[in-house]
């Protein structure tokens, strides 16, 4: 392993605030076409804005709609508890195969143009589950998990690019767009399934016009910039740039390790919380919005938490915090499921929000340039979505065996304490 150093000089230095957008063409310079196709899509806000709300709101409703619905689909295909938690894994497991490719494909083909193609495949991917056929409904996965994984890892470069001087109130409306889609999707996923006949496929397949919706608002863009793809070349690095492996480096695998275990209890909830509450007598309907409130409150945690992360040298006490309201709610999911479950959902709620805000800022925080983020971000994010996908397939597999939550729900509290130890790690002031 290589050595790290330290992320600030002398001990009176203030520390710097966080640079939370890590931009996928870091290290790529445009040529004039390039420069003048963005002068062009800067002078049009306000279509750059409705795109980035409309893409943001689909970010995670195709995740959050199908986790109330999971009991009714797994009765129409006859599914397992094991089988059932693959319509949840498999869209996680391709987030981070997606990552892998987002950064070529954006600097290829302009991330314009990724954009519209990965909304567009997104509603293919979720039309696609409500086929009758169980291998559509897993194919749909893969296309819905590969589509939201090319908008995580393209959009916050691309408010970067596009908003410098406005980046945190944009990264604001961005975060903020994406919650409250998953809020919305995981509220009303059961009166959609009321109000469209009383099926689980028009209210999983609702969410299709979203994304349609906001293909179309990016259409826009792309038009504008058309036949200026493919205009940025990588940028030639200066004899005494830093050449840094992030796959050989300690502490980012620390900092990769936080990111997947974070992710791993998060996915747990969104396949299963719902569940949770309906085996213990909850309505389906509440259940819904006892989840929705699970999403709604993560905006507090992950507003927040960033913020006090910039101005700490080290985030200790920060990794303290969130896994400590994670473990807490996930206790009380185990001795009181119904009986607190709106105390319980909020709290794991602002952990949940606060841990991912966290993982992200200290991807900015240990890494030593730009070029170093960009990296440590696409490892992080490759390698945390490859781990958290086991999370929903091994909770459902437990419950299987035991019949029970209590141990899917106890290996989850020993993924909190895994979280805590490698966060305390990473949280140092180091960088990669």
């Given at each position: 392993m290589r050595a790290e150093t330290r992320t600030r000089g002398s001990a009176g230095d203030p520390p710097a605030?966080?640079?939370?957008?890590?931009?996928?063409?870091?290290?790529?310079?445009?040529?004039?076409?390039?420069?003048?196709?963005?002068?062009?899509?800067?002078?049009?806000?306000?279509?750059?804005?409705?795109?980035?709300?409309?893409?943001?709101?689909?970010?995670?409703?195709?995740?959050?709609?199908?986790a109330p619905l999971v009991g009714e689909i797994s009765a129409a295909f006859g599914l397992s508890a094991t089988a059932s938690s693959l319509v949840t894994s498999v869209p996680v497991l391709f987030l981070g195969v997606g990552a892998l490719v987002a950064p070529t494909l954006g600097r290829r083909f302009g991330a314009e143009r990724v954009l519209l193609a990965a909304l567009l495949l997104l509603a293919v991917g979720i039309l696609a589950r409500v086929l009758?056929?169980?291998?559509?409904?897993?194919?749909?996965?893969?296309?819905?998990?590969t589509a939201i994984a090319l908008l995580n890892v393209l959009m916050p470069g691309l408010i970067k690019r596009d908003f410098p001087d406005r980046a945190a109130?944009?990264?604001?409306?961005?975060?903020?767009?994406?919650?409250?889609?998953?809020?919305?999707?995981?509220?009303?996923?059961?009166?959609?399934?009321?109000?469209?006949?009383?099926?689980?496929?028009?209210?999983?397949?609702f969410w299709s016009l979203l994304a349609v919706l906001a293909a179309v608002a990016w259409l826009p863009q792309v038009l504008i910039a058309r036949g200026r793809t493919g205009h940025e070349v990588r940028a030639v690095p200066?004899?005494?740039?830093?050449?840094?492996s992030v796959w050989r480096s300690a502490l980012a695998w620390q900092v990769t390790l936080f990111m997947g275990l974070q992710s791993l209890w998060?996915?747990?909830?969104?396949?299963?919380?719902?569940?949770?509450?309906?085996?213990?007598?909850m309505s389906r309907s509440t259940?819904?919005?006892?989840?929705?409130?699970?999403?709604?409150?993560?905006?507090?945690?992950?507003?927040?938490?960033?913020?006090?992360?910039?101005?700490?040298?080290?985030?200790?006490?920060?990794?303290v915090l969130v896994t400590t309201l994670v473990g807490a709610g996930y206790a009380g999911?185990?001795?009181?499921?119904?009986?607190?479950?709106?105390?319980?959902?909020?709290?794991?709620?602002?952990?949940?929000?606060?841990?991912?805000?966290?993982?992200?800022?200290?991807?900015?925080?240990?890494?030593?340039?730009?070029?170093?983020?960009?990296?440590?971000?696409?490892?992080?994010?490759?390698?945390?979505?490859?781990?958290?996908?086991?999370?929903?397939?091994?909770?459902?597999?437990?419950?299987?065996?035991?019949?029970?939550?209590?141990?899917?729900l106890g290996v989850v509290l020993g993924v909190c304490a895994a979280a805590l130890t490698v966060g305390l790690f990473a949280a140092r002031d180091r960088t990669v």
């Open positions: 605030p966080p640079a939370v957008l890590v931009d996928a063409e870091a290290g790529v310079r445009p040529l004039a076409a390039g420069a003048a196709a963005r002068r062009a899509l800067s002078a049009h806000p306000a279509l750059l804005l409705v795109g980035i709300v409309l893409a943001s709101l689909n970010m995670r409703a195709a995740l959050a709609g199908v009758p056929s169980v291998y559509a409904l897993y194919g749909g996965g893969i296309l819905v998990g109130a944009m990264t604001s409306v961005y975060t903020g767009a994406m919650i409250a889609g998953a809020t919305v999707a995981a509220a009303a996923a059961v009166p959609l399934e009321k109000a469209l006949g009383g099926g689980w496929e028009g209210s999983l397949g200066a004899a005494a740039t830093r050449r840094v998060s996915y747990v909830l969104i396949a299963w919380m719902p569940t949770i509450f309906t085996d213990h007598g259940a819904g919005v006892v989840f929705a409130l699970n999403n709604l409150v993560q905006v507090a945690g992950a507003f927040v938490v960033p913020l006090l992360a910039g101005r700490m040298r080290s985030q200790r006490p920060l990794i999911l185990m001795v009181a499921p119904v009986e607190g479950a709106w105390l319980w959902a909020a709290v794991l709620g602002v952990g949940q929000g606060g841990a991912v805000g966290l993982a992200l800022t200290l991807i900015v925080l240990r890494s030593g340039d730009a070029v170093t983020a960009a990296r440590l971000s696409g490892m992080a994010q490759t390698v945390g979505y490859l781990l958290a996908a086991a999370g929903p397939l091994a909770a459902g597999a437990l419950h299987q065996a035991t019949g029970s939550w209590t141990l899917p």
